[in-house]
């Protein structure tokens, strides 16, 4: 099947596919739809795969030889028709080895769609702490935390624990992890960061009208505002003085869709599935990358200099980003969180997989009182609670705590 890799900008879409087609094949015939009117024009004149075919090879310059080269749709979602038209290579040309990048979430499609059950769509993410180990030379590091050795987890524990503070930092966006990999300091990491956040901001006004465009953004600066609370739930309210839900709820579906924003539910109990059990109308709003929370909020390098201090800034908001993150990118895991009725009692992030149910406490430092985690586990006997804390991985009589840099290590999650 042809593969979609589908991101937000700058996740490294365009890199990702031409290295595959650069290291796997004798040729790469890349496409980039955007602003590319001859191509939508090809497109446009219907699906004849031959025909297409010529116009691909004229437009790149390459043979399209079937087992050997490898054609790459780059911008997909600018030019709809060519998505569909997965199918027809699929069902014509099934030899042929087809690879597109995009924004799906953002395609509008206008007598055309996608071509359900005749592609394969990836979803590609920041690097995670353990792909920043690598990017950073500490690979040996990451094998250890991923190992089935609490002890020699702990042994490490003062690096990881600084490599994490790092990544806190830097982040997982890949011009910010190169450039400090490359220059060895914070200040190259917000360089990259602050261009980055440029970009965004230019790449919205692009895709939108002018109303739509000051709704987003608002939303979009409102987060670290947000997460920097006690009470992380979304109130639209705090965006500006007078706001209302229904002239912002469209801005954070655009945000979500195009993959710069995670909203995470509310479910009102540890069900099976969760989704089933979620509140569209509460949720907590995270942004896509650590890193760049802390560049929105103007985090400076002195946090990471002075060692803790960075894990209190905004209240843990770093942390519980960082553990959001590696959920989703790390473990491949949904998450959603759970609050009691009268707010008084709260659960960061509940995630459910195969092994089980999972709520889930974020400590950002080692002050480990639990007690919303306890009754929630006392009410919920069938669950099974973890702690993400710097305290080393220990078993209690009712809960685990892990280590917050050995948080993808699954092992430790459960016998």
Known sequence: KPVVVNGARQVGKTWLLKEFGRTRFARVAYVNFDNNAAMTELFEGGYDVQRLLLGI??????RVVEGETLVIFDEIQECPRALTSLKYFRENMPGLHLAAGSLLGLTIHQGTGFPVGNATTLDLYPLNFDEFLDATGNGFLRELLLGDDPAAIAAFSAKASALLRQ??????????????????????????????LADYRLDISKH??????????AVWDSVPRHLGKENKKFVFGQIREGARARDYRSAITWLAQAGLAVPVRRVSKPGMPLAAYADDGAFKLFLLDVGLLGALSGLKERAVIEGSAIFTEFKGSLTEQYVCQQLLSGCGLAPYYWSAENGRSEIDFLVQSDEGTFPIEVKAEENLRSKSLRTFAGKYPDVDPLRFSM?????????????????QNRKLWAD
Do not use: C, K
Request: no cysteine.
């Open 57 to 62: 090879q004229a437009e790149t310059g390459q």
């Open 167 to 196: 990544y806190y930092f830097v982040g997982g966006m890949p011009a910010a992890v190169l450039a400090f990999a490359e220059e060895g300091n914070f200040a190259a990491a917000r360089r990259e960061q602050v261009q980055i």
């Open 208 to 217: 939108l009208r002018a109303d739509e465009v000051e709704h987003v953004l």
């Open 391 to 407: 305290s080393p991985f220990r078993v209690e009589s009712w809960m685990r705590n892990i280590p917050l840099y050995a948080l």
